[in-house]
């Protein structure tokens, strides 16, 4: 089992004849994984890497029964683009470009929640489910099917611990990333839930970063799990009021320092990892 998104799901790609659109269904469905359709306001009849092009995201629910959705569309669409999605039936909804603005994540995740659907993202990465479906910009090559989940807000963290969990045997369930804005349509502790309640995944690790406060909310979820939780922050050097690579990655103060939320995630039970070595390690003591 997985969570979030299986080899049955089915995929539309929002914005499916752009450039990124295009070049990213076709790595997509490489991979396996199931892309049913894909939207174009205007292009609807025509045809991407085989796949039909529909005007209207009802269109893909109705006639192919999809229910995931990849956005590749300038920020200022996205919006409106993922209220359509999630109105229209569909209940994972990938949100890849970066810098949404704040008012409009805020929209989106309300819409979602209204309608029983989840959001990943802006900025985000995607996720995989390795030998099942790869949604967003994941490279496939550090992957493959195991029992540990990752959740992190950063792609290059995800991509380096999975690297990790695949070289020492231990494989991934489902890999999530949460995105790198300033405002999210899924938490930490959210996925963490998903985790905690699949069968197939033993343990967790937890990837944050400097800035917001995200990490922090998960305490909660983290004091009462029962699957081990490792946790790594990125940004332990990172100077104060400067930007590290992500919007919301900007440390004010002594709040939403690395160090900070490493040791209230701790205080919570989490276990931290300074290396990425140490994460197999932390897992095999806890017998995973």
């Known amino acids: 089992m997985a969570i979030l998104v299986t080899r049955n799901s089915r995929v539309i790609i929002q914005g499916i004849t752009g450039g990124a659109g295009s070049s990213h269904t076709k790595r997509m469905l490489d991979y396996g994984t199931q892309i049913v359709a894909g939207t174009s306001p205007g ?39 993922g209220i359509e999605a999630v109105r229209a039936g569909i209940k994972l909804v990938v949100v890849v470009p970066e810098h949404i603005p704040i008012s409009d994540m805020l929209r989106l995740r309300e819409e979602a929640q209204k309608y029983g659907a989840r959001i990943l993202g802006g900025n985000t990465a995607g996720v995989i489910s390795p030998g099942q ?67 197939d995944t033993k343990g967790v690790v937890m990837a944050g970063e400097i800035g917001g406060v995200y990490e922090e909310m998960a305490t909660e979820t983290i004091s009462k799990m029962t699957k081990p939780v490792v946790v790594m922050i990125g940004g332990v050097f990172a100077p104060p009021g400067k930007r590290m690579g992500h919007a919301g990655a900007i440390v004010e103060g002594a709040m939403g320092t690395a160090q900070a939320k490493l040791d209230v995630l701790a205080g919570a039970g989490a276990l931290p990892a300074k290396t990425f070595k140490d994460i197999p390690r932390i897992l095999n003591e806890q017998g995973v």
């Open 133 to 199: 479906a790869n949604l967003g910009i994941i490279p496939d090559v550090a992957f493959k099917s195991g029992r540990v989940g990752t959740v992190s807000r950063s792609g290059s963290l995800t991509y380096y611990i999975a690297d990790t969990l695949t070289l020492e045997d231990f494989g991934e369930t489902t890999c999530v990333g949460l995105g790198g804005d300033p405002v999210l349509g899924s938490t930490f502790a959210e996925i963490l839930q998903l985790f905690e309640e699949d069968t």
């Open 43 to 81: 292009k609807g009849g025509q045809e991407v890497h085989g796949l039909p092009v529909y005007d209207t995201v009802r269109e893909c629910v109705e006639l192919q029964g999809a229910d995931t959705s990849v956005i590749f569309l300038p920020a200022q669409f996205v919006m409106e683009a």
